[in-house]
């Protein structure tokens, strides 16, 4: 997929041509985690005009859904699950509004790898067999993901013709076809059909909206992310923010006074996003509070450096949250692209499908999965900014982000991986500005994060690449409070970077991908 967005790059494309390619073409090699089927978040650095732009394009909750109609119990796998797709609207419309190409030219090579085939890669293998029950008992899913009603082994030829037509009724029709044309009325046929309640309405108003930027100063460094309806640009942002005021420069990432403020900026950036963020078209969020050095003094003060423990529960803060009359506005399983192009454009950009396979339910006749992110609502809590109602945008924590120099963008930085992604993007920017790593440096070392949602009370387990780790470092965490989760040497759990970085000083690009995710990076 990576060599999609490097062609276009050689032929003359620009950084959003080449990251657009690249997403069409990872939708076709890694069908399990992201797709047109899903959503995702574009951050775009555009170096004639020097600035940078936000494209949401989360999915949003069919009209007719009202709290209640979906069970969270026994619905996840089902076609209930699915919310309306926003990565055609997105892709294309960065596409049209910052590229230099058409979509038949960047989808050319999605489509040729669905047409034709390609060795199928160890991870895909790999996920078509843990999931070999479910796709065997969909007979359209059958017809592509198994090979003659066997597993497919790495390194067979892996085609999907539905999907070659679908991406070439999209390459020619564009955003129309997808929402509003004869493919969207097979879309909802299909899922009205296995009990969605997704309209023609709800696709025929589907818009991609664009968002300011958020950032912070980090050790004069600025760090610039995604906004709400993303949970993790301001996660990241708060962490940040929380290390900074207890400047965990000073120890290095082997020590425990590192991890334990690591740790504990992590549970409470996860804590106050999951409590404070959702769809800004339906609640006035505190964002700016939640950003601000002011309120990472007062979160900062619960890390006692002179009592080191990890916290039972993390007090929650009383900022302010309120609804609002929603308006008219465009109301652990991602792929994250990063790119550089010869002009200086820099684009950022995560999209997924929201669990693996998504839903669990596939385009009739389309050859790709539909997201689950119905799911992700909350669907117990009326109190609560993302709980479901009609019409709104789900929440996410993918955090595609810039790291900025003296106001020039130096880093692209980003991962899939849910719980992971803002403490994962966290590490490399410390590795790489605090402690002198390069990138790939940065990316490859071992990596532990206090990731566990439903113990936001107790225990504060740490998913962490065990073996990786001095053993005497681990006891040392242990003996302060945290319970280890040991994920292996290198594992996703703790996510999957992709980045570049640019020297300025020498006029070098640097490309860092994850081995936890196979990921790649080329340059020409």
Known sequence: ASQAGLEILQ??????????ATAFAVGVCEPNLSGIGGCGMMNIYLADNHEYE???YMETVPVAVEPGWYNPETDSATAKNAAVPGQVAGLLTALEKYGTMTPEEVMAPAIKLAREGFPIEERLANAIMDSFDMISANEEAAAIYTNDGLPYATGDLFKNEPLADTLEAIAKGGIEEFYTGELAQKMVDGLQANGSLMAMEDLATYTVAEREPIRTEYYGYEVV???????????LLEMLNIMEEKDISQ???????YQYIFNEACRIGLVDSYTYIGDPAFYDLPVEEMISDEFAAERAALIDMDNMQAMESVPLSDLPVTKLEPTAEESQHTT????????????????TL???????????????????????LDHENPDSPDYVMPGKRVRSTISPSLVLQDGNPIMAVGSPGSLAIPPAVATIINNVLLYGMNVQQAINEPRAMAINRSGMDSPARVSIEQPR???????QMEGIGYEMKDVGEYNMAVGGIAAIYLDRDNGIFYAGADPRRGYKALAY
């Open 251 to 257: 120890y290095d990432p082997s020590t425990l006074e």
């Open 11 to 20: 032929a003359g494309g620009n950084a959003v041509d080449a990251a657009v």
């Open 469 to 475: 780790f001095d053993p005497d470092l681990v006891a």
């Open 336 to 351: 994250h692209i990063a790119v550089i192009d010869q002009y200086g454009n820099i684009v950022s950009t995560t999209n």
């Open 54 to 56: 936000i494209l949401e």
């Open 225 to 235: 992310t995604v906004p709400p309806p993303s949970n993790g640009g301001d996660w």
């Open 354 to 376: 929201g669990n693996g396979w998504g839903c669990k339910f596939m385009a009739p006749g389309l050859g790709f999965f539909y997201n689950s992110h119905i799911g992700n």
